[in-house]
């Protein structure tokens, strides 16, 4: 929340507007005072990293009756104020919805009762409203991400990791209970992202008999040699009769049937708690910048709106046609039509949902069939990789194929590292950071010859590439050299997984979102240090070769003064006054500077330059250090996003081979020689796509490994701003205006 408020403060002020602060929610409206106080820039410098809301949040009762918002009408007519930015779930947003439209009346009352003059109520005659959705459980329809799930679920997985290694060495099971009275979001992604054993959601409350068939497989995964057992509960887990299902309850089930030592973990507030990860900093700073122009355009026909996430675009819906969505899906669970409550909770979830239960328990394929598919890493290791090998190893042997796995990428493919896996071999894979399986950055055409012998001898109709721009280089050459070596006609997809983020056929790559944290982290860390001296601006150097993603990302998400990238040209002038913005800071009460720099951003402006020109040039007004992030971008746990983002890639992508396998079986052989047999798998927007990477040719920049076109370019526009930045508003692109459907879109990237 203290992202969407830092947004909202400074984008008001950029437009030349006033900001207030409201303290306490409606409540603050009520008493005014005090609770009202204007807001300046620096009033919500420093806060980005904080949990929680710096002007507080409360409950107000008394804003639901007449009088209450009677009161809020004439605290805010006193203070000017017309424009009305509200922060919360769907009660606090169907209030301000109804405060604006009873607006008119309550100034007319106001004039009525002597408290204002019937100038003031025609000068404030119109009360404009939009809404941001702050909630952990992501249960607001409308939206792709609300505030704070993201962060809720680090917690949630940070608990489930530290759990993991207790319950692996005294052969525990835990139940494991999460937020989510009436969704269950946060219980089903974090099942997935974690590989639970059995999983409780209200929306799909489990058949009757359910005792049995869990206690079944639980006992079944123990005497298959696993050491532990997690189960996931939603707090409002029901069963097929609406009677609540509890951790308790559960606990005892299985001491009882099975004689497990199994313990309890009730999450709580927990969840709601810590520093906001990476995604929901930025995408609050997204949501607070289009919800000032939103009010900025707003007319007296404008209905109330809400900023939501759709794809990597803000977009406005209207407020109460999400709201209405976000009471069907109530309903329905009221009624018991449990089906249809799924499907209004949007596609993503519903999608989560059947790769959950695809991916939890080993079912025998229905028949084998004659396929093969080899999976190997290539490039640098990425976090995340681990969970789409698991995944697409998994799905491959429920769709009946012959499952192998390659150790060191195409140099292990071209000297015969290969071995075949089953179901069990991935086990505890999702939370591993790196590559189990070893990656290498060898590309095809230094050991062609040895790669098309290892393909026919074991008979393998169809790759699965997961790494970064060597594994879609590495794939093209393959593709090329079909002509030359028949072997080569099979099917191959690349899923990609790089820290750079700078595969083309993709918004995103695997590994991309660990990389953008762990920076961010190194970030709060750096400025946690300079906030005990005097005067100190930092330059971070991050990894990302020539592509500028990660430094940008990782400087909106820590409120850097700047972010120098090879695609955004500079020189020496706007290093100049990027120096002097900063001594103009330093002036001010916040006296450190933040300054990230891309590896390859310039050939001659390096980290060393820049730290004796900031060095040079602030002397006498701050000082300057420098620190270089290195490979820690590489590693750690992968994050929530990736866990599930690799999970849903790998199945996509086998589902995807098992149809072209299919499509060109011909003649008891596999013979895939068209273009679209060798595609890469990309979130693009809204769409999970393949596309083929003979197409990607001609949008690839090949010299500095990275597309011709990037989305997130657009992001540095925001960057800017928020670091107080003079840039033209014309540069800014509005967010689309749109209607909910009764079945609203959700795309991958809400995971």
């Known amino acids: 929340m203290n992202g969407a408020v830092r947004a909202v403060t400074r984008m008001g002020i950029y437009v030349g507007a006033k900001v207030f602060h409201v303290y306490e929610g409606y409540e603050g409206l009520l008493e005014g005072g005090d609770c009202i106080q204007q807001a300046s820039w620096l009033s919500v410098s420093n806060i980005i990293q904080l949990g929680g809301t710096i002007i507080g949040s409360a409950r107000c009762k008394a804003f639901m009756t007449h009088e209450g918002r009677l009161s809020a009408a004439f605290n805010l007519v006193r203070h000017g104020i017309t424009n009305l930015c509200v922060i919360g779930g769907d009660g606090s947003l169907t209030g301000a919805n109804l405060f604006r439209k009873e607006w008119g009346g309550l100034l007319a009352e106001l004039v009525k009762e002597e408290k204002i003059t019937e100038d003031i109520a025609a000068k404030y005659s119109h009360l404009n409203i939009v809404g941001m959705v702050g909630s952990i459980d992501n249960d607001f329809c409308g939206t792709d991400m609300t505030i704070g799930t993201d962060s809720a679920l680090h917690r949630i997985m940070e608990v489930i990791d530290a759990i993991t290694t207790t319950a692996q060495s005294h052969q525990r099971t835990f139940v494991l209970e999460v937020m989510g009275r009436h969704c269950g979001y946060l219980a089903l992604v974090s099942a997935l992202a974690s590989g639970a054993d059995w999983l409780f959601i209200p929306e799909c409350p489990p058949e009757e008999g359910w005792e049995d068939i869990m206690c079944t497989r639980l006992g079944e995964s123990r005497s298959r040699g696993s050491r532990l057992n997690i189960i996931i509960i939603a707090e409002g887990a029901i069963d097929r009769n609406g009677e609540p299902i509890t951790s308790t309850y559960v606990k005892e089930l299985v001491v009882q049937r099975l004689g497990f030592d199994t313990r309890v973990t009730v999450l709580g507030h927990v969840q709601r708690g810590g520093t906001p990860s990476a995604f929901d900093r930025i995408l609050s700073s997204k949501m607070g910048m289009e919800a000032v122009i939103a009010l900025m355009e707003a007319t007296p026909e404008t209905p109330a709106c809400v900023v939501s996430l759709s794809g990597n675009q803000s977009v406005r819906l209207p407020l109460m046609e999400c709201v209405q969505v976000t009471k069907d899906v109530q309903k329905a669970m009221e009624e018991r039509k449990f089906e249809e409550a799924i499907q209004l909770r949007g ?386 692109v509005s967010g689309k205006i749109e209607h909910v459907t009764r079945r609203t879109l959700s795309i991958e990237k809400g995971f």
């Open 347 to 732: 596609r993503s979830f519903e999608n989560n949902w059947n790769i959950y239960k695809l991916l939890a328990h080993q079912k025998p394929p229905e028949e084998k069939s004659n396929f093969s598919i080899a999976i190997l890493n290539v490039g640098a290791p990425a976090a995340g990789m681990n969970a789409a090998v698991r995944s697409a190893v998994r799905i491959g042997i429920s769709e009946g194929h012959k499952i192998y796995t390659v150790n060191d990428g195409f140099e292990g493919l071209s000297k015969g590292q290969i071995t075949e896996v089953g179901w069990h071999d991935v086990a505890g894979w999702l939370g591993r950071g790196g590559s189990m399986l070893g990656t290498k950055r060898t590309i095809p055409k230094k050991c062609m010859q040895d790669i098309v012998e290892n393909i026919r001898s074991y008979n393998i109709h169809a790759l699965l590439v997961i790494g970064g721009f060597e594994a879609y280089e590495g794939v093209l050459q393959l593709v090329e050299a079909r002509e030359q070596y028949e072997e080569l006609c099979i099917v191959m997809c690349v899923i990609p997984a790089t820290i750079s983020n700078n595969v083309p056929g993709t918004d995103y790559s695997i590994g991309s979102d660990t990389a953008v944290n762990a920076a961010m982290e190194s970030c709060d860390r750096i400025k946690q240090s300079a906030s005990g001296t005097k005067r100190r601006v930092f330059i971070v150097e991050t990894m990302g070769g020539y592509c500028g993603y990660l430094a940008t990302v990782a400087g909106i998400a820590v409120g850097a003064d700047a972010a120098y990238i090879y695609e955004d040209k500079f020189n020496i002038h706007d290093l100049r006054s990027n120096v002097e913005h900063l001594t103009e800071k330093m002036k001010t009460d916040i006296q450190r500077g933040l300054v990230l720099r891309n590896e390859k951003c310039h050939d001659h402006y390096t980290t060393e330059f820049l730290h004796n020109l900031y060095s040079a040039e602030g002397k006498g007004v701050f000082d300057c250090r420098t620190n270089v992030l290195g490979h820690l971008q590489q590693g750690g746990a992968p994050t929530p996003f990736d866990r599930n983002y690799g999970t849903k890639l790998g199945v996509k992508a086998v589902l995807w081979i098992s149809e072209k396998l299919r499509e060109s079986y011909r003649r008891g052989r596999v013979f895939a020689n068209s273009p679209d047999a060798a595609c890469v798998i990309g979130l693009k927007k809204k769409v999970v796509a393949f596309t083929s990477v003979c197409e990607l040719k001609k949008v690839t920049d090949f010299e500095h490994r990275m597309p011709k076109e990037q989305w997130w370019l657009k992001l540095r526009l925001m960057l800017k701003m928020l670091a107080n930045y003079q840039i033209s508003l014309t540069e800014y």
